[in-house]
């Protein structure tokens, strides 16, 4: 009798323990596999379900800070005042005049800003850039990628710097450098949940499935879906009810992946969003962004490897504000294309390889205002993807500059009514030329160089860190950049208010997923 006892204690214990937890309820969501991935352990190459909860947990209290408990510092909040009073009218070279930090006899100027978790909030404040050190280590764009520059204790803490000096006439030269807590979420851990949620993804898009698998009323409400691209969604919807609802509220998904090209090894996805516009009523601001920006911007962007081959194509538009993705997806990867959509032989793009990868990026992109048309074609970045002994790294360079021409003739003669008042340039298309050749070429023949990455700075403590720097040339670019948003709403504050009560929705609907799915309906 007592060994029996002893038999079914120890199954009741295994029933509870976590592993058994996270196993039985990610085969009923799957999608959740890709969320546990975040306590991914390297060393035992499995998950630990406590580190993962942990993580997901840290997640939620800084978008809680950040969602209902933000706020500025008084003396940053007069500078963001003095700033947003002056949008209109400032250039780069207002923008140096403004920086509050200097180091004689050096020409560099600087400023930093952090934000900390603090008992009453999520307060952003301005802070001295340690301009001193940073001049006395050289300037050296690529030394020390972990090195930290103001402490952080929390996840979600962040510090910026940005450096500016006079370069050449009318010219700048500036480097901007960021950094995060990543809090105990390993770049192994999230590569491994990005490589789950992509496997997710096409082991539910590969599996012969009925159309009776699915309820009706499901398939009702996305009737534009193919069957398999209904699965995936089912599955989702599935693994995270409330975020299906809030995504499915205020987003019309038209498409998800195309059957002409899809095998049962390779899934063709073609990911087609809508905003639901009508159902922004209750954010006027957010609504008010998408009607100024209506008829203003379209763009196409492809990505190629380093043998010419595509990766992904995107594109979109402020017209009808529909946003196409198109790539290969095979066994969990992203997969090289031979045009047209035909996979490459062994096309799979590893995430884990330590063979540093390059790819390339070209966009081609319209701006129509007033009645003019300015094409940007072939902006292009060169893009480089590494794994790191204790980190992973991407970098951006751009060297080439992109052709800008100017064409007569608004698309269906349509323009914002707030663009009858704003100030065009004659010359916006020799402006943009300009900038961005000098963003190319300046910077010593460097031009635009950004670095990205995930580093272990300690033992189970991790930062996000990104660097930029370049030249930039004073034309009015900025300026006019600055202009922009000022006239469109982009630079309300009240818009700021009005997103983060937005992301509140979605903040409250993963919650209430990730504790369905921890405790059980």
């Keep these: 009798m007592l060994k029996k006892q002893k038999k079914i204690t120890f199954l009741f214990i295994f029933l509870i323990s976590p592993s058994f937890l996270f196993s039985s309820h990610t085969l009923q969501k799957p999608f959740w596999q890709a969320i546990m991935q975040l306590g991914y352990d390297g060393s035992q190459k499995k998950v630990n379900p406590k580190k993962a909860y ?15 408990r933000y706020s500025l510092a008084p003396e940053t909040s007069q500078f963001v005042r003095e700033i947003r009073g002056r949008l209109g009218s400032l250039d780069i070279g207002n923008l140096y005049d403004l920086m509050p930090y200097k180091k004689e006899p050096s020409l560099w100027k600087g400023m930093g800003i952090q934000g900390n978790r603090e008992k009453t909030g999520f307060q952003i404040q301005l802070i001295p850039p340690k301009l001193d050190q940073w001049i006395l280590d050289g300037e050296d764009f690529f030394s020390s990628p972990r090195k930290e520059w103001f402490p952080l204790k929390q996840m979600g803490e962040f510090s910026l710097r940005a450096f500016i000096r006079p370069h050449k006439v009318d010219t700048f030269r500036f480097q901007t450098q960021a950094q995060s807590h990543f809090g105990g979420i390993s770049p192994s851990a999230f590569l491994m949940a990005f490589q789950t949620f992509l496997t997710n993804i096409w082991e539910a898009g590969t599996l012969s499935v009925k159309k009776e698998n699915i309820p009706e009323q499901f398939r009702q409400r ?17 693994s995270l009810p409330h975020i299906y609802q809030k995504i499915t509220q205020f987003i019309i998904i038209h498409k998800i992946l195309d059957p002409q090209f899809s095998s049962s090894k390779i899934l063709k996805i073609h990911l087609v969003l809508q905003p639901r516009i009508s159902s922004f009523s209750k954010f006027p601001h957010l609504q008010k962004i998408f009607e100024n920006l209506k008829g203003i911007f379209q763009y196409k962007m492809r990505i190629y490897d380093n043998q010419g081959h595509l990766v992904l194509l995107t594109s979109g538009n402020t017209f009808d ?11 969990g990867k992203l997969w090289r294309v031979r045009i047209p959509w035909e996979p490459l032989k062994n096309g799979g793009i590893p995430l884990f390889s330590p063979t540093p990868m390059d790819f390339k990026s070209l966009t081609d992109s319209k701006i129509y ?5 300015v094409l940007i074609r072939n902006f292009q970045l060169a893009l480089n993807y590494r794994v790191l002994p204790k980190g992973v790294e991407a970098r951006i360079g751009m060297t080439t500059p992109p052709k800008v021409f100017k064409l007569k003739g608004a698309l269906f003669g349509f323009v914002p009514l707030w663009l009858i008042d704003f100030l065009i340039p004659s010359n916006l298309e020799k402006i943009i030329h300009d900038f961005l050749t000098t963003m190319a070429k300046g910077n010593d ?15 189970d403590k991790y930062r996000f860190q990104a660097l930029g720097q370049g030249e930039i040339l004073a034309n009015g670019m900025i300026r006019f950049a600055f202009s922009f948003q ?3 709403g982009l630079a309300n504050p009240a818009l700021l208010l009005e997103v983060r009560k937005f992301g509140r929705l979605f903040w409250h609907a993963f919650l209430a997923d990730y504790i369905q799915f921890r405790y059980g309906d």
Excluded: P, T
């Design 54 to 68: 942990q993580n997901i947990e840290e997640i939620l209290a800084f978008a809680k800070d950040i969602l209902y």
């Design 369 to 373: 205002l007033q009645g003019i048309q």
């Design 486 to 488: 000022n006239y469109s």
């Design 445 to 459: 023949g460097k031009g635009f160089q950004a670095r990205m990455g995930i580093y272990q700075f300690s033992k």
């Design 222 to 238: 996305h009737a534009s879906l193919s069957l398999r691209g209904l699965h995936i969604l089912y599955h989702f919807s599935k």
């Design 321 to 331: 504000y529909r946003f196409h993705i198109h790539c290969l997806l095979g066994k």
